[in-house]
């Protein structure tokens, strides 16, 4: 069975609060898919993520976030699905360690549409690569029509940008072609057949490397 890590949200802002106030030096945190809500909407209200990433639920004090089967989803239903994540009243913080799509719903609202999809890849086979977004950069993100690939060369090199899902398979070749020194935007139109999620835009040269991440929609 599936186990979440459910962090109480107001516990979380204190907890920030108070270190922040006792360093001087300030504390980094890494960033986080975070849901809100807009009335009686979940916004976003579907995100593509990794497995071993975590969403923080940050809602006004009327709405909570529980999963649900698909069936009780499709039917705006409110009943939990055993086993399944509870986020309380006014927020929290849910960890999902295991790939799968999670239906979740606010239980008070759900019956006027409340309601959102997590969908969690496995994760990925591509290999972490540094990247200087100054050098190389994607835009937007997320896409669904094309993406705009920026990148800068110091000198004439052979480049190759390839888009390459989450299990490292190449899913397109943007661009094979020696180029001299200069900045460079590069514009290319997805694939009508390109299912939703995660991929990676990978950048090569003789002498550079970057990949960044986006998301397809």
Excluded at 36 to 51: C, L, R, W
Excluded at 91 to 100: L, Q, R, W, Y
């Amino acid at each position: 069975m599936v186990k979440y890590i459910v962090k109480n949200i107001l516990m979380k802002k204190i907890l920030f609060l108070a270190i922040i106030m006792a360093s001087p030096m300030g504390v980094g945190f890494a960033a986080k898919f975070t849901i809100t809500n807009v009335g009686n909407t979940f916004s976003p209200d579907t995100i593509y993520m990794e497995a071993g990433e975590d969403v923080e639920f940050d809602l006004e004090i009327t709405h909570n976030a529980v999963e649900v089967t698909k069936e009780t989803w499709d039917a705006n239903g409110n009943t939990p699905k055993s086993g399944g994540f509870s986020v309380p009243f006014g927020g929290g913080e849910v960890v999902f360690p295991t790939a799968g799509t999670y239906y979740y719903v606010c239980e008070p609202h759900a019956a006027v549409g409340m309601k959102g999809v997590i969908i969690v890849t496995a994760a990925t086979a591509i290999p972490s690569v540094s990247n200087d977004i100054n050098t190389f950069n994607v835009f937007p993100n997320p896409a669904s029509d094309y993406i705009n690939v920026s990148y800068t060369l110091n000198a004439s090199a052979m480049v190759n940008i390839r888009l390459i899902n989450v299990a490292g398979v190449e899913v397109a070749d943007i661009l094979r072609e020696t180029q001299g020194p200069g900045n460079y935007n590069k514009t290319y139109s997805l694939k009508k057949d390109l299912a939703p999620g995660i991929y990676y835009v990978s950048f090569i040269t003789d002498n550079q490397s970057y990949i960044d991440k986006m998301i397809i929609k």
